[in-house]
C-alpha cells in the first residue's frame, strides 16, 4: 500500500495500471466498455444459429475478436527510405504505362514528367511537407533580424515548460516532488529576480493544427500518471543479479581449471571484461544512492546498487585472474631434474 498508493482515494478520470501507472489509451477504454456487450451478442447468435435454427454446425470455428488489450503493443513504424522504396516501385509500372502512351499519341516527353500523384511544393508521399528550422533561421530569418550583444531589459519572460524539464536534470532529488521543489521553481524564481512576471508554457496539440499533424507522424509512447511521491528514476536491480550471476559462473570456470577447453575460457574473459566496462558505471551510480544502501531504502532504488557494485567486482577479480592465467607460461617439469638428485648419482 504504501509502494503503490491507495487506488479508491484516485480522482482521475483514467484508466491505469495500479503497479505500473500506464494510462490505457482510448481504444482500450472503449473496448472495456463495449465487451460485455459484444460477448452477450455472440453468446445469442451462437445459440440461435447452432442450437435453435441449427444452420450453422456445432462444430463450425468461431471468428477471433481482435480487441485492443493493455498488453496490445503499438504497430511497427516504417522508416522513412521503406516507404520512398515502395512508392517508386508503385510508381514503376504506371510511369511505364503513361510513357508507352504518350510515345504512341505523340506526346512531349518533358511535359509527361511534370504528371505528379501529389504537389511537391505542398506535401511528401500524401502528407504534410516538413521543413528544417535550422533552414528557416539561417537562410531566412537571419538577414530580416539584427544582432546586438546587449541583453534587452524585458519585464515579462516565457519558458517553454516541457524544454526546461528536459533542460534541468534531477541531481540527488528522490521524487517528483522533491524535483519540484529543488530544482524546478528555483530555477523559476530565479528569473523572477530580473524581471516582473515569468509564463510557463506547455505543450497542447490542438486538433486540426500543424504541431498535431507533425506529432502523428510520431510513435505514440506509453502514458504514465505521475504523482508528488513516485520516485524520478528505478535503479537496475536485475543489473545486479545478472553481474553476479555472472561472476559466479566465472568463479566455477576458474576452479575448475579447463587447461585445454579455450572457449571456456575465452567466454569467461568476455562476459567478466564486460562487467569491467561497467564497473565506473557502477560505482558512480553506488555514489550518489549511498543514503538509501545505508538508511534501508528501498531494494530497487537502495541494495541493488551494493548487489550490483559486489558482482561487479566479483567479476572484475576474476577476469584479472583469468587473464594472468593465461598470459604466465607454464612450467615444463618433465625434463626438469631436481640439484639434488644430480649430486647424488654416483659415476
Not at 524535483?179 to 506547455?202: G, M, Q, S
Request: net charge positive; hydrophobic share 40%; aromatic share 8%.
Amino acid at each position: 500500500m504504501d509502494e503503490l498508493g491507495n487506488p479508491f482515494i484516485e480522482d482521475s478520470q483514467d484508466l491505469f495500471v495500479l503497479d505500473t501507472k500506464d494510462i490505457a489509451p482510448t481504444s482500450v477504454v472503449d473496448t472495456i466498455r463495449q465487451i460485455e456487450k459484444i460477448g452477450r451478442t455472440q453468446y445469442e447468435k451462437y445459440i440461435e444459429d447452432r442450437l435453435i435454427k441449427r444452420t450453422v454446425p456445432i462444430f463450425e470455428p468461431i471468428k477471433k475478436n481482435r480487441m485492443t488489450l493493455l498488453r496490445t503493443t503499438n504497430g511497427k513504424t516504417v522508416s522513412a527510405m521503406t516507404e520512398k522504396i515502395s512508392i517508386l516501385k508503385s510508381d514503376v509500372s504506371l510511369f511505364s504505362r503513361l510513357y508507352i502512351s504518350c510515345q504512341t499519341r505523340g506526346g512531349d516527353l518533358e511535359d509527361l514528367f511534370e504528371n505528379n500523384i501529389n504537389p511537391p511544393a505542398l506535401s511528401q508521399n500524401g502528407k504534410i511537407s516538413l521543413g528544417t528550422k535550422s533552414d528557416l533561421l539561417s537562410k531566412c530569418l537571419e538577414q530580416l533580424t539584427t544582432t546586438t550583444g546587449d541583453v534587452p531589459e524585458v519585464d515579462v519572460l516565457v519558458i517553454d515548460g516541457a524544454a526546461i524539464m528536459n533542460m534541468l536534470k534531477p541531481s540527488t532529488s528522490r521524487t517528483f516532488d522533491d524535483y519540484a521543489d529543488l530544482v524546478f521553481c528555483p530555477y523559476i524564481r530565479k528569473h523572477l529576480e530580473t524581471v516582473t512576471r515569468v509564463n510557463v508554457v506547455w505543450n497542447d496539440y490542438i486538433d486540426n493544427s500543424l504541431k498535431a499533424a507533425t506529432r502523428s507522424k510520431r510513435r505514440k509512447g506509453i502514458r504514465r500518471r505521475v504523482q508528488d511521491w513516485y520516485r524520478v528514476c528505478l535503479a537496475m536491480s536485475a543489473f545486479g543479479f545478472i553481474a553476479l550471476l555472472a561472476s559466479i559462473a566465472c568463479v566455477g570456470l576458474r576452479l575448475f581449471k579447463f587447461p585445454e577447453n579455450k572457449v571456456l575460457r575465452f567466454t569467461a574473459i568476455l562476459v567478466t571484461f564486460s562487467a569491467v566496462v561497467f564497473i565506473l558505471i557502477g560505482t558512480v551510480l553506488f555514489v550518489k544512492n549511498v543514503d538509501d544502501i545505508t538508511t534501508g531504502g528501498e531494494f530497487v532504488y537502495g541494495y541493488s546498487f551494493a548487489l550490483c557494485i559486489s558482482g561487479m567486482c566479483l567479476a572484475a577479480l576474476v577476469d584479472i585472474l583469468l587473464v594472468i592465467g593465461l598470459i604466465m607460461p607454464k612450467k615444463n617439469t618433465r625434463n626438469c631434474v631436481d640439484a639434488n638428485s644430480i649430486n647424488n648419482i654416483n659415476f
